[in-house]
């Protein structure tokens, strides 16, 4: 049964205009009011307060704003382990490890593993972005799993290679495509070496879901090592998407490449800190931060933790490829999942030996899902995931939930009962 939460608005009271999200595939007036709104608020305050001295003795709410993964993990009080991994095409990604909670540390005794991949723009950071007692990274570790956190390529921990460099064109030449044939396959396989362990139980969000939906459809030998996939806001087609980044993607390609000029979109730099650290915490700027969260998100309120305001900005963005964002958009409208196209027959027929992009075919995959999923989210669109929810063939547990967007699987106040608990009570069960 949908999980109910009454009374909730439907539309943001910001600073800025507001109103219902755009549902065209245009931008909306008002979309675009608000994103000129939030740069228009920014361009004031980074001018008034240099000029008046606004932020010189303006601290961070929280310290984590201004820490990488490892800090954050020990700030705490957990043990922390970071590793960098290799891709088979040579892209260096960082993995992160609690390996046990603060309450179960006994560091000689095996634990099962749980794997935990971040979605679009986003890093390993967003597991344990909140309290401890509301962060899964850190709910799992003290429930007693070993838990590893990973890191797509092109994102904040995850700008390495071994032969090229990071400012390169080819660099950043992929997507989501070979974070799934690359990415998760190394850091599923680092795991399971250092771990001795058969099998792990893997969680994503957002993203984090697309890319196993490959994976697991496609490597029977990744797919069989899965004990339960846990799949939270999953997105397979976009078909009904209401998200506006992704609309912005699609109506403005030309524009993003010639300003990111086919390399990295919306990184993570000292902007962010700059933005989350000085500006969010300020009574003036609190509504646009919160305002341009749930504009591209779906709205909720009443279920953000508005003290950690700081730490979701500072952190977030994350990066990603511009041929990432282009991907997306390549696919807006279409009930399939394909590979990239590449722009050309000849150069379809290089990568995938046929003159069109594959699609991907969810049917293919064994390993049992559970879903879960929230009836306001702008970017995992209710309509798609039914679809998707129909097109898996071991789906043993769904839940929807009314009131529920795309990052409150990550920082929802509730997130804990509404989800956290029922993802240890499901593994309780099937060990």
């Known amino acids: 049964m949908p999980a109910q939460k009454p009374g909730r608005p439907s539309s943001f009271p910001g600073v800025c205009p507001s109103g219902n999200l755009p549902e065209s595939p245009a931008l909306s007036h008002t979309a675009r009011s608000q994103m000129w709104c939030l740069f228009m608020v920014i361009y004031f ?80 950071s967003s597991w344990i972005s909140n309290l401890p007692n509301n962060s899964l990274g850190f709910v799992l570790a003290d429930a007693g799993y070993d838990v590893w956190m990973g890191n797509s390529r092109g994102s904040t921990w995850s700008r390495k290679h071994k032969y090229l460099k990071t400012n390169s064109k080819e660099f950043w030449a992929f997507s989501f495509d070979e974070m799934a044939k690359y990415d998760l396959p190394a850091s599923i396989d680092f795991v399971l070496k250092q771990t001795g ?27 069989e090592r899965i004990k339960i996939f846990f799949a939270l806001a999953p997105v397979f087609s976009i078909k009904h998407t209401k998200c506006p980044l992704l609309k912005m993607a699609y109506k403005l390609k030309s524009i993003i490449k010639a300003f990111s000029g086919d390399e990295d979109f919306l990184p993570k730099t000292s902007f962010n800190k700059f933005v989350g650290s000085k500006l969010c915490p300020l009574p003036i700027f609190n509504k646009i931060c919160v305002g341009n969260l749930f504009m591209i998100y779906g709205y909720d309120q009443e279920n953000l933790n508005m003290s950690r305001l700081d730490v979701y900005f500072s952190q977030n963005p994350a990066g990603t490829s511009v041929q990432n964002m282009v991907h997306w958009s390549q696919l807006l409208y279409s009930t399939n999942l394909k590979a990239f196209d590449w722009g050309s027959p000849d150069l379809n027929l290089v990568h995938f030996n046929q003159t069109t992009s594959p699609s991907y075919d969810v049917t293919n995959m064994e390993v049992p899902t559970a879903t879960w999923n929230g009836e306001r989210d702008l970017l995992a669109d209710p309509e798609d995931v039914e679809t998707l929810r129909s097109e898996i063939k071991n789906h043993f547990y769904h839940k929807t939930i009314s009131y529920y967007n795309h990052i409150d699987f990550l920082f929802g106040m509730d997130a804990y009962d509404q989800v956290y608990r029922e993802i240890i009570d499901i593994i309780q069960v099937n060990l």
């Open 45 to 124: 305050m980074v001018s008034f307060g240099t000029t008046h001295g606004v932020f010189r003795s303006r601290r961070s709410i929280n310290p984590e704003a201004n820490m990488n993964i490892s800090q954050i993990i020990s700030y705490w009080g957990y043990p922390d382990e970071k590793y960098d991994i290799v891709t088979e095409d040579g892209y260096i990604l960082g993995l992160y490890r609690i390996p046990y909670g603060k309450t179960n540390n006994n560091n000689s005794a095996q634990r099962l593993v749980v794997y935990l991949q971040h979605g679009l723009l986003t890093s390993a």
């Open 197 to 223: 362990q058969e099998e792990i139980f893997y969680i994503g969000h957002s993203q984090g879901t697309t890319i196993a939906f490959i994976a697991f459809s496609t490597f029977p030998k990744i797919a």
